[in-house]
């Protein structure tokens, strides 16, 4: 075991976590914990842009874009943080410029912007150019150039080093908080890929930046990395993780494989058409069309398939045409996505329409936090010296549905103000006492799968895992079909108990930390579940068929879901007799379920039409 | 519900039926024998399937142990690297059926870096080269309050290089690589061209002083193999040609 001390601990190196670097490592010495190299993280995936309304083009401005991200949210959005997004967007796209990212560019030389879906001019008239891209690798040119950025500033790496534990100095899974009485965040435990060996990390500061959780479904554009470890982590010590349910599936992945293709393509006048041919878009958001917010366009697709009207030989896709667009201009703008086409499904987009279907892409949800950066641990209090930013976020800035766009913004944004933050706190603070075996429960977890005898195989388990949630918690839900889940999910706990892998060695065991990231799967599809159940409500990216309406009276609350041992109470904070006092039970633990208010400023909700 | 291909679905691309491919991997663990060995995995494969799809297959359902990176699946985290059939791809980018399945298909560690296990090389040498070639934006005086201006033409000289996903197929496909280790790479060199070639960039004379070294781009012997090997399909030959011949104009 290894023990490293560090004013200010970053677990992630994607556009958050990088971000979140720059600042914190020229106040404070800072380490950046990685499980990829930094140049691997899903950052380098987003492809469309990243919004702000630098007006470069036409007319725009940051309370638009404000409004925009809140009905785009289905006003689940907390206004004061989306507010903070819109405006400090512009400082965030200025600052990656001058960082040397390269953007696309106007004849006169400015920052080029193009339509996205849900952005619009003046609260919804027309669709409006706010996404400042880099042809369709913006994430990719964001991501490199946060990495350039980090090596001129000689920012400190622990590449290919999973963090396997949080470690608090109160057990939030089982202890009362006194009121006024403060838990501090003190190190997280790390295991080193490539020797096995365990490292502890003391830290007055850590932020969380360790991205989504996609990998519960089967059909995603998600890396495989991407196993939801910090919410996991977080919940596991017995922090709330918030509005689980809310995932995103963006409408075009390429059939069948998941691979996301930009919805610049659509912002670059490509169309959405059936079986029959027709812009079924046109029926569903007349006034902005194909560019109507991503869980809209899903739904609508899902639609069309279900009715008997998708493409293909089993009809279970619809068509993204590109035909009539100018084969140089599709050079210019959407070349990767494209060449992805061609690559993957031998389709050549200049002149057949691409086959495309839902693919799981975003959490909305995740570890709570205040607008800047800092973890809660109920509806209120904050963990002490604990930040997070990013998709393991929620802030929320992206309430029930993220617009387009806004991610790379909110990695910017507070990636930003998280490593600010936590730099600013570490130069006060004073490092906390570590416990006298840190590292117990992560040795323990991991002899236990290493040294378990024949089992059963990892890649089945979560085969059915993904399975199930594409099966019963995608586009459309009900009752019933999340409660198969669920009930598939607790089976699924119990083989997990007894799954085994072949690896047993030291070196380089990726067997044993794909084992380790299915827990964090299980886990996180369960709490997303149960929090679905429990939202008997259609709002955003949670469609109950059984409930298709959005009902603000009940439901206008943040759920916060709590893992508790058995004989703690059942009411968590925002208990709601009726609507938010579900508590399900499991072999050793429940999962209890409270609520946070909405921060409403300037906007009433109002119907969502586009 | 999800769209899938798998099972007997016919794939829009037209009818590719499933088949069984051999796949000749190169293993390597030194906690076991300091010896390298070829081991055979016949998997069943469907028409749209990839390397990568093949290897997890034999990983998740035959032998745990077989290691190696991966993480996007589609061709830009730059994680999977490797050599099959003899030439630098992405197993994520690769179709079984376009690499001839009929007879065993070769998967091997890309070559010039250490083997740490399996398909996985030690990078950090090739990271230490980029490193090295200052790939970040230099300027001096005071920042501007807005943003730089950049013509699209401007933008356009250096587009090619902007690309580079740091997978290291091009400089481990390099002979010269191969034989001396000091040798920056391709790689390198096209990261110092994506920021030489940007009008915004002051420290061009920097980068240039760097690769004049007896390590640098006077090493290439224009073999094109690593314009071959790259996956994101950057001329990298003609950028390293760029930048010698800047080396020639340009007085630093």
């Known amino acids: 075991m290894q023990t490293h001390q560090y004013d200010v601990v970053i677990v992630g190196a994607g556009g958050a976590g990088m971000r979140a670097a720059l600042e914190s490592s020229k106040e404070a010495r800072t380490a950046v914990i990685s499980k990829l190299y930094p140049t691997r993280s899903h950052t380098g995936a987003a492809q469309g842009g990243m919004a702000a309304a630098l007006a470069n083009v036409e007319d ?66 027309s669709a409006v150019r706010r996404a400042c891209y880099a042809a369709d690798r913006t994430g990719h040119m964001i991501l490199q150039t946060l990495y350039q950025n980090c090596v001129k500033q000689d920012v400190e790496f622990f590449n290919e080093f999973y963090v396997l534990d949080l470690i608090t100095d109160h057990d939030l899974t089982t202890e009362e908080i006194a009121d006024g009485e403060e838990v501090n965040a003190t190190g997280v435990v790390a295991y080193d890929l490539a020797t096995g060996e365990i490292h502890v990390f003391q830290a007055k500061a850590i932020i969380f930046a360790t991205g989504g959780a996609g990998k519960i479904f089967k059909t995603t554009s998600n890396a495989h990395t991407l196993t939801g470890d910090g919410m996991a982590l977080a919940y596991r010590r017995g922090l709330p993780l918030e509005d689980m349910e809310f995932f995103q599936f963006h409408p075009t992945g390429l059939a069948g494989l998941g691979i996301l293709l930009s919805e610049a393509a659509r912002g670059e006048g490509g169309i959405l058409r059936n079986s029959e041919g027709e812009r079924f878009m046109e029926r569903y958001a007349p006034t902005i069309k194909d560019l109507a917010p991503r869980d809209i366009v899903a739904r609508s697709m899902a639609n069309e398939v279900r009715e008997g009207r998708g493409a293909g030989p089993n009809k279970d896709y619809v068509l993204l045409d590109l035909t009539h667009l100018e084969p140089a ?7 990767d996505i494209t060449e992805f ?54 802030v929320s800035v992206h309430g029930s549905n ?58 089945d388990i979560r085969k059915a895992l993904q399975d199930t949630m594409d099966l019963n918690a995608q586009v459309f839900r009900t009752g019933d079909s999340l409660n198969a889940a669920l009930a598939d999910i607790r089976e699924l706990q119990k083989r997990y108990r007894n799954a085994s892998v072949q690896d047993k060695g030291k070196l380089f065991n990726t067997d044993l930390l794909e084992a380790i990231e299915l827990g964090f799967l299980l886990d996180i599809a369960e ?10 409500e259609s709002r955003g990216g949670h469609y109950r068929e059984d409930f298709p309406d959005r009902d603000d009276a009940n439901y206008m609350l943040h759920t916060m879901a709590y893992r508790r041992p058995p004989e703690a109470s059942d009411q968590a904070e925002g208990h709601v007799e009726g609507y938010f006092d579900h508590v399900e039970e499991f072999d050793g633990y429940k999962v ?13 909700p109002m119907e969502r039409k586009y | ?114 083997v740490v296990k399996d398909l996985v090389v030690d990078m950090e040498p090739f990271f230490a080269s980029y490193r090295e070639i200052m790939p970040f934006l230099i300027t001096s005086g005071n920042e501007p309050s807005k943003e730089r201006y950049q013509s699209p033409e401007d933008r356009a000289k250096f587009d090619d290089t902007t690309k580079c996903i740091l997978c290291a197929a091009c400089t481990s496909s390099c002979p010269v690589f191969w034989t001396d280790g000091q040798y920056f790479g391709p790689a390198a060199i096209v990261n110092a ?36 090997a790259c996956p994101r399909g950057i001329e990298v030959t003609k950028a390293i040609q760029e930048v010698k011949r800047a080396m020639i104009t340009r007085a630093f």
């Open chain 1, 60 to 125: 725009d401005n940051w309370e638009w874009h404000t409004f925009d991200t809140v009905k785009g949210g289905d006003y689940l959005v907390d206004q004061d943080a989306a507010e903070i997004l819109a405006k400090e967007a512009i400082e965030s796209v200025l600052d990656l410029e001058r960082m040397g990212l390269p953007f696309n560019r106007t004849p006169e030389g400015k920052i080029d912007q193009r339509r996205f879906g849900g952005h619009t001019r003046d609260h919804g008239q």
């Open chain 1, 329 to 335: 201009h599709i050079d210019a703008k959407l070349p």
């Open chain 1, 341 to 394: 086409a061609r690559t993957y499904l031998g389709i050549e987009p200049y002149t057949e329409p691409v086959p495309v279907y839902p693919t799981a892409h975003y959490a909305m949800g995740g570890v709570p936090t205040n607008i800047k950066g800092e973890v809660l641990r109920d509806g209120v209090n904050v963990v002490k010296g604990l930040y997070a930013a990013g998709e393991v976020a929620c």
């Open chain 1, 402 to 459: 993220r617009l387009g766009t806004n991610s790379l913004l909110d990695i910017n944004v507070f990636g930003k103000r998280s490593g600010r933050a936590a730099a600013e706190y570490a130069k006060t603070a004073s490092f906390h006492e570590l416990p006298e075996d840190p590292t117990v429960r992560v040795v323990e977890q991991l002899d236990e799968m290493r040294n378990r005898p024949d089992g059963e195989r990892i890649a």
């Open chain 1, 527 to 536: 709490v997303t579940v149960v929090a679905a159940i429990n939202r008997k």
């Open chain 1, 592 to 604: 209890v379920l409270g609520s946070k208010p909405v921060v409403q400023t300037r906007y009433e």
């Open chain 2, 1 to 114: 519900m999800t769209a899938t291909l798998e099972a007997a679905a016919p794939s829009p691309a037209g009818e590719i039926p499933s088949f069984t491919v051999t796949l000749r991997i190169r293993r390597f663990n030194p906690e076991v024998s300091e010896e390298a060995t070829w081991e055979d995995f016949t998997v069943e494969a469907h028409g749209t399937d990839r390397i990568l799809d093949a290897l997890h297959k034999i990983k998740w359902d035959e032998d745990g142990s077989l290691t190696f990176r991966r993480s996007c699946a589609h061709g830009v985290c730059g994680s999977d690297a490797m050599r099959i059939n003899g030439r630098n791809r992405l197993a994520c980018k690769t179709l079984l059926k376009d690499v001839n399945p009929d007879k065993p298909i070769t998967v091997e560690p890309i070559k010039g870096l250490p």
């Open chain 2, 193 to 228: 061209h994506r920021f030489i070639f940007d009008s915004r960039d002051e420290g061009g004379s920097q980068r240039l002083e760097i690769l004049n070294d007896k390590e640098g781009v006077w090493r290439c012997r224009t073999t094109f193999n690593c314009t071959e």
